[in-house]
């Protein structure tokens, strides 16, 4: 094959000019790394690699000197080198300036990478397996399809507008205190730009944004939960979900919207018991409901005192009296064993409004009641 017909991915100006031979490189000078029939890495010659099979300082599989390499790798990134399938595994590379760098299909197995600075790089289809990312600034990196499973350890790594879809986890990768967001929440960037994309009205952009953050939500929650993490866990099992409740309400050429009665469905779901995730707020709205019913008892229906043969209200002295207001904590008794159904009977409905709100709040009562021991036995036996 003729040197003409090759092309480079790399010229002499994805590279310091001083690394070049006065008149240009010659062949022979350059890494012959093949990416495809024609297509060569192009970048400087590392000395140590054989003569008749030219290779880069980062496509070389021999011995190297790891400060050289750290240099040299953060010159390339800095320059826009196309630094693909270069080979990192095992390097050390502590806080390492790699910003914007090139590294699709890199090899970064057992990469020492702790505080480097890998913002904006592409790291889409690398293989991290069981690299030491502690502190790593990760921030609106390309994560796609990477591989982050065996003992890749991202303790404190900034993955705040990182994408993350295809993104590989397993239970040994370590997650505690990353930063999936600068705002302090655990919303990435798929969800956040699927909801920005429904806003403008661009549903065909939504849908697979919103599709591929269920699916990096759901490989984050698996990895919490398999390590035992089952609080953070839950937090992104909310969220897969939102993902999805979100994709109801968008319609495109090969999906139509969701019934109405399933959006709302889904969104009582969430917003009652946060899909099983969040059993206080249930408890929170039998209080609220308690309390309302019971105030609407005492002032517009009435109910009756058996034990006394007194009927309370309808309506009561404003402002209160003392009188007033232990009718008004026998009217949240009888909203308690009413919406629990425990039913004494020492209180009854006085009108015929007063039994259908009681019918109305004994049904609604033992509906909660029952998701709020559903919900707790779900959360805490885990």
Known sequence: MSHHSIEYLNNEERWPADKWPAGGPEHGQRCQYE??????CGLPRYPGSEEAEPRCIFHYTGERDPQQLQRQLEKAADRGALLWEADLADAHL????LRKAQLM????RNAFLVRADLRDADLSDANMENADLRFADLQAADLTDTSLEGKADLRRANLSDACLSGVQLDQQSRLDHVIWSNDGSIVIREEREGRAARRAGKPEAALPLLQAGERAYRKIKQSYHESGDYQTAGEFFIREMECKRAQMSIATAGQPQAPWHQRLAW?????????????????EIAAVLVFVFGAVQAYLCGFTDTARNVQIGPGLAWPPTIGGVLSFLNALYFSVVTFTGLGYGDMQPATGISKTLASIEVVIGLLTMSLILITIVRKWTR
Not at 105 to 108: G, M, Y
Not at 273 to 279: C, H, L, Q, T
């Open 35 to 40: 990416f495809g029939k024609a297509t060569r």
């Open 94 to 97: 502590f806080g390492a300036r």
């Open 105 to 108: 299909d890199a090899n970064l």
């Open 267 to 283: 969104w009582l779901m969430y917003r009652c018991f946060g899909y099983g995730e969040r059993p206080w707020w249930l408890v």
